[in-house]
């Protein structure tokens, strides 16, 4: 079993990395148990494909189970509420591990729930979606959605424990697996040309199912975000702002198709990505063939590195404007994660708007 610490003093966890680990959920949860009981919370769809396996890995300790519906629309204030009133029922107290069982959207509501429930209870993530376990379930961002804007209510609060079974990713469909692929290339992109290389060698693998391959990512991508959460868990000296590689773009791509299944996130950070490398080379900052190598690699793995592969026809300015309601805007400018090359990724504080729209222009 692969075990990687998130160093962060008395507030340290274990993150634990092994194929068919939910199957012997009990060895690392029954001592969160109390009375014999632990809660556990979950969406529909990973409900049927996952906590069966994990009822049975748990042997002894009774599951109570919370399932709420699958989608990003369950991250809302009234889904916050029907789980803080369930968890409640259950009578969950301040001592309580309560288990969050799925992707990002079950994480990140169940981890905000923990954060202010009794004032703070503890939780576990159990990941399901490749994107879950590489990103979202690492670093104790919690959030939910509202009208202003996604993740913009939430709070900082570390799990006590992440559970990582890459074989639960068996069941997700394979455009969600490539789709979290995007952000595991993100961190060979950021600083890491080597696996950058591996993940050129080893992508075909991977979202073939190879377990092995999979175990791998996961593991390296876990432990660069656990390096970055460690120096700088609240992404106040930014380090940890680097790991928004490609997510500016990416979130005017997503803004624009509506935050929809037209665009899944990953596919929204992977043409982001792409982009992000392009400019860089157009400013004549980066190779213009490691802008090339960066989309061929993305393409290859069924990602969209262009405008009209992400089904976006929109002028520049129309999706600059989406960029300037980012909360990152520090007038007129706005900080840009730029790049160097592959591996060499760093953030430019003085990026003119009009030229990112008169760039957007030239890529429709
Ligand atoms: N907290 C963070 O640091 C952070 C980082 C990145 C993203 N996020 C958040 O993560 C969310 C997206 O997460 P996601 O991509 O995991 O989406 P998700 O949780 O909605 O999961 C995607 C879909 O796959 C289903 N599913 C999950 N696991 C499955 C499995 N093993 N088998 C079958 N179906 C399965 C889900 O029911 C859902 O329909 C967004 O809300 C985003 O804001 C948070
Ligand atoms: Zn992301």
């Not at 979606?129 to 104790?140: C, E, F, K």
């Not at 393409?299 to 129309?318: E, I, M, Q």
Request: aromatic share 6%.
């Amino acid at each position: 079993m692969t075990r990687i610490d998130v160093g962060l003093g008395d507030r340290s966890y274990p993150i634990l990395i092994e194929a068919g680990l939910l199957d012997r959920a009990g060895e690392h949860l029954a001592r969160f148990a109390r009375g014999g009981r632990l809660v556990v919370v979950t969406d529909e769809s990973v409900a049927a494909a996952q906590l069966p396996r994990l009822v049975a890995g748990l042997g002894e300790v009774r599951v109570d189970a919370i399932i709420l519906p699958s989608g990003e629309a369950t991250k809302s204030w009234g889904m916050l509420e029907r789980l803080t009133d369930q968890l409640m029922d259950h009578g969950v107290e301040r001592s309580d591990r309560i288990v969050a069982l799925g992707g990002g959207v079950i994480g990140d509501l169940v981890g905000f729930a923990a954060s202010i429930l009794k004032r703070g209870c503890g939780f576990v993530q159990v990941p399901t979606t490749l994107l879950a376990q590489v990103d979202s379930s690492v670093g104790g961002k919690t959030a939910i959605n509202t009208r202003a804007g996604k993740n913009l209510i939430g709070a900082f609060h570390q799990p006590d424990t992440v559970m990582i079974d890459p074989t639960t990713l068996d069941t997700l469909p394979l455009r969600e697996v490539r789709s979290g692929y995007a952000e595991v290339v993100k961190y060979g992109l950021i600083d890491d040309f080597d696996f950058f290389a591996w993940c050129e060698a080893n992508a075909a693998a991977l979202l073939d199912g190879d377990p092995d391959a999979r175990t791998q990512a996961i593991a390296h991508s876990v432990a660069a975000k656990a390096r970055v959460v460690a120096a700088d868990e609240r992404e106040t000296t930014g380090t940890r702002a680097l790991l928004n590689l490609g997510h500016t773009f990416g979130h005017a791509l997503e803004a624009e198709t509506g935050y929809s299944d037209v665009l899944l996130h990953g596919e929204a950070v992977a043409c982001g990505m792409a982009l992000a490398f392009r400019f860089s080379a157009a400013k004549g900052l980066c190779p213009g063939q490691d802008a090339v190598r960066v989309a061929r690699h993305l393409d290859a793995a069924g990602l969209p590195t262009a405008l009209k592969a992400a089904h976006v026809d929109t002028d520049g300015t129309t999706l600059v404007g989406h960029m300037a309601h980012d909360k990152k805007m520090e007038g007129g400018r706005l900080p840009f994660l730029l790049a160097r090359g592959i591996g060499q990724t760093f953030l430019a504080k003085d990026v003119d708007l009009g030229e990112v729209a008169a760039f957007l222009d030239g890529e429709r």
